[in-house]
C-alpha cells in the first residue's frame, strides 16, 4: 500500500493505494478529504528550496501555467501554478497562508508525484 496527497479544486485528499502486481494499475482503496492547511506538514520533503513550507505535486503531470510569482502574498487556497494532469487543468493550491519564495518548475515541465514545485514562507 502507498499513501499520496491529492489536490482537486483546492481541496485536499489523502489517498491510500494498494499495488496489483509489477505492472498492473492501481485501485483506489481509500479517499479521505483533510484541511489543505496540513498538506506541507504531511507530505515528504524531496529538496530544500527557499522557503520553509513545501508545495509539492498530487500527481504526475506537466506544468501547464504559473499563476503566483515569486515574493507574491497568497492565502490558504490561492493557486501557485496549473498542472495538466490526464488531459484536466488541475490548480495546485498554497496549503496557508503566506509569501511565495520558489518556484521551482517551468511551464512545459514533466514532474512527478510529491515532486517539489514551490516554496513558501509563512
Known amino acids: 500500500m502507498k499513501s499520496y496527497t491529492i489536490t482537486v479544486n483546492g481541496n485536499v485528499y489523502d489517498v491510500t493505494v494498494e499495488e496489483n502486481g509489477a505492472a498492473a494499475s492501481a485501485p483506489v482503496a481509500a479517499a479521505a478529504p483533510r ?25 504526475a503531470g506537466k506544468v501547464f501555467k504559473l ?36 518556484i521551482d518548475v517551468a511551464v512545459g515541465d514533466s514532474v512527478e508525484s510529491g515532486a517539489l514545485l514551490a516554496t513558501m514562507n509563512e
Open 35 to 59: 484541511k489543505a492547511a496540513s498538506a506541507a506538514a504531511a507530505a515528504p520533503a524531496k529538496a530544500a528550496g527557499a522557503g520553509s513550507i513545501k508545495v509539492e505535486a498530487g500527481a
Open 67 to 102: 499563476e503566483a510569482s515569486v515574493g507574491q502574498a497568497v492565502k490558504a487556497g490561492d493557486p501557485i501554478l496549473v498542472l495538466e494532469i490526464m488531459k484536466m487543468e488541475t490548480p495546485v493550491v498554497a496549503p496557508k497562508d503566506g509569501t511565495v519564495a520558489s
